[in-house]
């Protein structure tokens, strides 16, 4: 098998869905323009040079529907020759499309594949516009279309994770989040145009555009107290609120990955291999457990140690699953998510394992870390899992 390379990985802010800046920018044209950037941002690299884009998304309808992996990379203006496909494992999808787009390039099928991620969460709701579950396998296998929120209560009780470790978890997010915004270390954001619409004197509405260069769901003011005075929001005496739950956001991410070969022709250097990744199944009634079956796997099948690697970025689905995966995991909490997580940045969905990617590429330079794991939970009850090389 070739090495994949990736040579470039950004991402748009991530904004909260209907109150947030892209909650008026269609999903097309936060995808077109990251995947754009993805070119431009590679030396010497065009349009033409990329074979496919593959595009996690978790909710692939309407706005972001038909095939936006395809739709979205017209727009951008690839060449009719330049594929495009959509990839959907709810919150690895993103992940997913790389590790296909990697694999092509592995396997000696490409020379330079996109991969990337997209979800409007404003223009389609989690469980998309009109749900039609098999009326017969929602009573005998009801758990697989159980709300999320309801598997992260299952998570907190059949594991005792309290509400307090849940809040602490959140507020710590919060607070390496507001650190890393304020000390500008999210290099691995685009500043991405969003539209509005103003009204005008006459009472008519002109679109306008402008520059949204931060994650806006983070909340530099949080404390452990008012965190603790939210009311749970998915059961009578749970303990998941909207504080220590990820938030709804719209986001693209994009990652271009090619052979050794591309990346001497182009002379470039690159910022990561792609060696490895993984997925597993649970119980989806605690889907939440997903990363800590997906991460020992990954080892397993990397012939690598847990303390071999040296940061993790792990989704912040919610608090109770994700800090539940981390203590069960034995993993040093300051390796973990160390510019925060989805509590405080958000999680788009789809776009979440191409998100991640991209910060996890950006964090692994900046502290100097050989090797990275990007790992998340999965509704349906799975997990998935990938190891990357930071390139000398
Ligand atoms: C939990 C959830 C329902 C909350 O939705 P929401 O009400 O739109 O959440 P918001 O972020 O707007 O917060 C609502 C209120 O909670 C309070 N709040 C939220 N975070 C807070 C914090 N860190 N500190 C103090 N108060 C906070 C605020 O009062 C806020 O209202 P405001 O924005 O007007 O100040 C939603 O985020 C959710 O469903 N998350 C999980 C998504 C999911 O399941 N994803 C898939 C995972 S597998």
């Known amino acids: 098998m070739r090495d994949a390379y990736i040579v470039t990985s950004i991402r748009t802010p991530g904004c909260k869905r209907n109150k947030g800046a892209f909650k008026d920018t269609r999903p097309e044209d936060l995808l077109s323009f990251i995947l754009t950037e993805g070119v431009e941002k590679t030396k010497n690299m065009e349009k033409k ?44 999808s993103g992940l997913e499309a790389i590790a296909q787009a990697a694999l092509r390039v592995m396997a000696g099928w490409s020379d330079i594949v996109i991969g990337g991620g997209l979800e409007s969460m404003t223009y389609v709701p989690m469980g998309g516009n009109l749900p039609r579950p098999h009326p017969e396998y929602t009573q005998k296998l009801a758990d697989l279309y159980a709300s999320m929120g309801i598997t992260a209560e299952n998570v907190a009780h059949r594991y005792n994770v309290s ?108 910022i990561a291999k792609f060696k490895s990744y993984t997925t597993v199944g649970c119980k989806p009634d605690e889907m939440g457990i997903g990363p800590k079956l997906a991460i020992p796997k990954l080892m397993k099948l990397a012939a690598m140690d847990l303390k071999d690697v040296g940061l993790f970025e792990i989704n912040e689905a919610f608090a109770s699953q994700a800090l539940y995966c981390i203590n069960e995991l034995g993993i040093d909490k300051q390796n973990v998510n160390i510019h925060g997580g989805a509590i405080a940045l958000g999680h788009p969905l789809g776009c979440t394992g191409a998100k991640l990617c991209a910060t996890l590429l950006n964090n692994m330079q900046e502290r100097g870390v050989k090797y990275g794991v990007e790992s998340m939970c999965i509704g349906g009850g799975m997990g998935a899992a990938a190891l990357f090389e930071l390139c000398e």
């Open 49 to 92: 040079d990329v074979e496919d884009i593959m595009i996690g998304c978790s909710f692939p309808e309407a706005e972001q529907g038909l095939n936006i992996g395809r739709i979205a990379s017209q727009i951008a203006g690839f060449p009719v020759d330049v594929t495009g496909a959509t990839v959907n494992r709810f919150c690895a």
């Open 163 to 270: 509400r307090e470790s849940q809040d602490e978890f959140a507020y710590q997010s919060q607070m390496k989040a507001a650190e890393a915004k304020s000390k500008n270390l999210y290099k691995e954001i685009v500043p991405t145009p969003a539209a509005r619409y103003v009204e005008q004197e006459d009472g008519t509405y002109k679109k306008e555009t402008f520059l949204q260069d931060f994650d806006d769901g983070i909340r530099e003011g949080t404390t452990l107290e008012g965190l603790a005075n939210l009311n749970p929001v998915f059961a009578a005496g749970g303990t998941v609120t909207a504080g220590n739950a990820s938030q709804m956001t719209d986001g693209a991410a994009a990652t271009v990955i090619m052979s050794e070969d591309e990346v001497k022709a182009l002379g470039l250097k690159p």
